[in-house]
């Protein structure tokens, strides 16, 4: 029965975020918008039933407070607010849009009911801190790159390099080695910073993308043992 339930829930929620996607192609809103609006009532009715469920469940075994204040505890929640809202307090029909993007949220929530999904983010619990190292270092060269390039590229192009938040833009995506080509150096220092921050993006950008594929490589192996 729970393998049902979560298999039903989870493709619920799938058919859910496809909703919202369809939402956004007027014509097919246009033809079948009533349907789309009473999957969307039936979705709402449906994961409210199941955070009912969630909690009378949670307080048999522990205690109520152990799922409502859980992270997906609070997820739950939140997928269901923007039903309710409106009953509540009275919010004009642009907030009632707005918080219709809270449903958003549905797709954290397959994280509940995915295996492969679990494992990833126990995967990434793992090599939190290291990747949290890497994370700060990426963010101190980011930062030290844009203001040093502010300094070599701005005389020579003040509309280009106009700030330093433009620089950090710059230095942004060069240091994730996407590289857009909208701002980029012309002077001899800006193409040598940019060169280094390249060479110190692919180094940074690999080595989370190394802990995290060992440390899945090594959690798949657990769960073949079990």
Do not use: C
Not at 182 to 198: H, R, W
Not at 206 to 217: D, K, Q, T
């Amino acid at each position: 029965m729970k393998n049902f339930l979560d298999k039903f829930i989870y493709t619920l929620i799938l058919l859910s975020i496809a909703a919202i996607i369809a939402e956004s192609f007027e014509s097919f809103n246009l033809r079948f918008g009533k349907y789309l609006s009473a999957f969307e009532i039936f979705t709402y009715v449906i994961f409210s039933g199941e955070y009912i469920y969630r909690i009378i469940k949670s307080s048999r075994e522990q205690s109520w407070k152990s799922y409502v204040f859980s992270f997906f505890g609070i997820i739950d929640l939140l997928a269901i607010i923007p039903f309710f809202l409106p009953f509540l307090i009275s919010i004009d029909a642009r907030s009632i849009r707005v918080l219709r993007l809270v449903r958003l949220v549905n797709i954290i929530k397959i994280g509940r009911h995915n295996k492969a999904i679990n494992s990833l983010i126990t995967v990434i619990k793992s090599v939190r801190v290291e990747v949290g190292v890497t994370m700060f270092t990426s963010i101190v060269a980011v930062v030290f790159a844009g203001i040093l390039m502010y300094y070599a590229e701005n005389e020579t192009q003040p509309e280009v390099f106009s700030n330093m938040g433009q620089s950090i833009w710059w230095a942004v995506a060069t240091l994730t080695t996407i590289g857009y080509g909208d701002i980029y150096p012309v002077t001899a220092i800006g193409k040598l910073i940019a060169s280094s921050l390249a060479f110190v993006g692919i180094g940074l950008v690999a080595i989370p993308a190394g802990l995290i594929s060992a440390a899945y490589v090594e959690e798949v192996n657990n769960n073949k043992r079990k």
